[in-house]
């Protein structure tokens, strides 16, 4: 995005450019509100032209004294509007001052002839962009209301100083040639200069109805990237045998550690068409790659029924910050993340069934994901889980509370590498699940989880029962597990080891039904104080070393 302060800059480049698309570009820059109206103004004293400024475009223009009249063909930008006369009167030239920051405006239709629904917008963009060298290509074209043909394969904006395309105020791409399986690729894999430094797209309707389909980008970021109110009209059909795009609808590495990227009120919420096909290889909404080492922000981004993952992130090697987004009905995951990424104030939802197996949320490789205030609804079959833990390092959940109405399957399940801590802080369950066999909404494969402040209420609305808690690490122990002020309501049991263990922690909770310990279980060293226990408690097996007080229903 450019800066207030930016747009404010001015550099030493000479444009020429039509009078026409003169007016048009004072109407980007937010100064032609008190030129546009009239062939003739003439100055009172002092007075400041009127402006229709966008609220973003902070730039104002005041009247110089000088008369601004059909044969004024010269502006110089400063503290105020100057006019001078050329002997040209056709051409107007725009001086933009000193360092080149504030992008030249470019309209495609009347500078660069390109006339919608005819001529090939994407080849005359990148046919402007390849004239100049990487350091003189500092362009923002302007796209006017309509739709606009895009009928050239993945334009690559290898490297440039500024590129930015806007629909003003939006504009249709329609694309128009069953060879394009990728609208545009964005900088290098590598971090080397020339790159691309700043790029931006925003406020654009991508339609792919009929025998279409296409990525919309691949970007490698160096400075800034900007992809904001682009929406895709039309379902993806990928592994259409004639005419299946990129894999990638939207993604976004950062080459950078200092790169930063903002994806901004994006949706694509038209699905994927399903094949009877593995699901590898069905496109993906928005991702990031490996390649990204910078930061990622994905702001009130939508996508529905995408069938390999909603929001991708989990292999990149950067930071992603999901915030305020919403996943309805994608299979492999809704949002499945990665190392020191952030899923804060999202929603998944799932009301159809996707044809594959889907979680909502997936966090795996490595640790430090933090997860606050995700509200997740159900009311379909879960082949798996709604929330899948496989990461190898802390993780941090709060304020998720999920609605289950659907069948069978678990709720969460968590499987990391048995060091790390995955914690749950305030949390809710309520499962009025239909199961078709007996299973526990929750299960604890792996050692140091803790949930702490948690409310699980499970009824079945089936004739099998909906347990609670079951914790098994399929023949390996399983420690430190951590139950502190939780209220866990099931059919049958609230809580079952069906492993050995020690160091728990179950202090201070209500358990509404059963609690148990299987033959073969040894469990050692345990706290178990303060606890309500609404239901019986069977422990088989062994049991040494126990401590704790003050529990109801339970004598240690």
């Known amino acids: 995005m450019v800066s207030?302060?930016?747009?404010?800059?001015?550099?030493?480049?000479?444009?020429?450019?039509?009078?026409?698309?003169?007016?048009?570009?004072?109407?980007?820059?937010?100064?032609?509100?008190?030129?546009?109206?009239?062939?003739?103004?003439?100055?009172?004293?002092?007075?400041?032209?009127?402006?229709?400024?966008?609220?973003?475009?902070?730039?104002?223009?005041?009247?110089?004294?000088?008369?601004?009249?059909?044969?004024i063909s010269h502006l110089d930008f400063g503290s105020s509007l100057a006019a001078t006369e050329l002997e040209n009167d056709n051409n107007v030239r725009i001086d933009l001052d000193t360092e080149?920051?504030?992008?030249?405006?470019?309209?495609?239709?009347?500078?660069?002839?390109?006339?919608?629904?005819?001529?090939?917008?994407?080849?005359?963009?990148?046919?402007?962009?390849?004239?100049?060298?990487?350091?003189?290509?500092?362009?923002?074209?302007?796209?006017?209301?309509?739709?606009?043909l895009v009928e050239t394969d993945n334009i690559h904006l290898d490297a440039h100083e500024f590129f930015g395309i806007r629909g003003n105020p939006s504009a249709t791409l329609r694309i128009n040639d069953q060879d394009i399986d990728r609208m545009m690729t964005v900088g290098t894999i590598d971090d080397s200069v020339p790159h691309a430094q700043r790029t931006v797209m925003q406020d654009f309707q991508i339609d792919i109805r009929g025998d279409f389909d296409t990525g919309i980008g691949r970007w490698y970021t160096y400075r800034f990237g900007l992809i904001e109110r682009v929406n895709m009209r039309g379902s993806r059909n990928r592994l259409h045998p004639e005419y299946g795009g990129d894999r990638h609808t939207i993604m976004v590495d950062g080459v950078k550690s200092t790169s930063t990227n903002l994806i901004r009120a994006c949706h694509l919420n038209n699905w994927d068409v399903q094949h009877d096909a593995d699901q590898v290889g069905h496109a993906i909404a928005y991702s990031s790659e490996p390649n990204h080492s910078g930061l990622n922000v994905w702001e009130g981004c939508q996508v529905t029924g995408y069938t390999d993952n909603g929001f991708y992130m989990s292999t990149s090697n950067g930071r992603n910050l999901i915030t305020g987004c919403t996943a309805v009905n994608c299979a492999g995951a809704g949002i499945r993340i990665g190392a020191n990424d952030m899923v804060r104030n999202c929603k998944i939802i799932m009301t159809e069934e996707p044809a594959h197996p889907w979680s909502g949320l997936w966090i795996?490789?490595?640790?430090?994901?933090?997860?606050?205030?995700?509200?997740?609804?159900?009311?379909?079959?879960?082949?798996?889980?709604?929330?899948?833990?496989?990461?190898?390092?802390?993780?941090?959940?709060t304020d998720v509370h999920i609605n289950d109405q659907g069948e069978g399957g678990r709720i969460i399940r968590v499987n990391d590498d048995d060091d790390s801590k995955t914690t749950f802080n305030s949390c809710t369950?309520?499962?009025?699940?239909?199961?078709?066999?007996?299973?526990?909404?929750?299960?604890?494969?792996?050692?140091?989880?803790?949930?702490?402040?948690?409310?699980?209420?499970?009824?079945?609305?089936?004739?099998?029962?909906?347990?609670?808690?079951?914790?098994?690490?399929?023949?390996d122990d399983v420690d430190n597990l951590v139950l502190d002020?939780?209220?866990?309501?099931?059919?049958?049991?609230?809580?079952?080891?069906?492993?050995?263990?020690?160091?728990?922690?179950?202090?201070?909770?209500?358990?509404?039904?059963?609690?148990?310990?299987?033959?073969?279980?040894?469990?050692?060293?345990?706290?178990?104080?303060?606890?309500?226990?609404e239901g019986r408690t069977v422990f088989h097996g062994e049991r040494s070393d126990w401590k704790g007080d003050f529990n109801w229903g339970f004598e240690i």
């Open 364 to 397: 795996e490789n490595g640790g430090g994901q933090v997860v606050e205030k995700l509200y997740v609804q159900n009311n379909i079959q879960k082949p798996t889980e709604i929330i899948r833990c496989t990461h190898d390092g802390h993780a941090r959940f």
């Open 4 to 71: 207030d302060q930016e747009k404010k800059k001015v550099s030493t480049t000479e444009q020429s450019t039509s009078r026409r698309s003169y007016l048009g570009a004072l109407t980007a820059l937010g100064a032609g509100g008190g030129l546009v109206g009239s062939s003739t103004q003439k100055s009172k004293g002092t007075t400041q032209a009127a402006s229709n400024q966008s609220p973003w475009e902070g730039i104002s223009v005041s009247d110089s004294g000088t008369e601004v009249t059909d044969d």
């Open 485 to 533: 002020d939780c209220d866990i309501n099931a059919d049958g049991a609230s809580l079952r080891f069906a492993d050995g263990g020690e160091k728990h922690r179950v202090q201070h909770s209500t358990f509404e039904e059963l609690v148990m310990s299987d033959a073969n279980t040894s469990l050692r060293d345990v706290l178990w104080l303060g606890n309500h226990h």
């Open 429 to 475: 369950i309520t499962d009025r699940s239909s199961p078709s066999t007996s299973d526990y909404g929750v299960y604890v494969q792996s050692s140091n989880v803790r949930f702490r402040d948690c409310d699980f209420d499970f009824e079945s609305q089936s004739d099998n029962d909906r347990h609670g808690i079951y914790v098994n690490g399929r023949g």
């Open 100 to 148: 080149g920051t504030n992008p030249h405006i470019v309209n495609v239709e009347s500078d660069l002839g390109v006339e919608p629904n005819e001529d090939d917008l994407w080849e005359a963009v990148y046919d402007h962009y390849q004239s100049f060298s990487p350091s003189n290509r500092n362009h923002m074209y302007i796209v006017p209301p309509g739709t606009w």
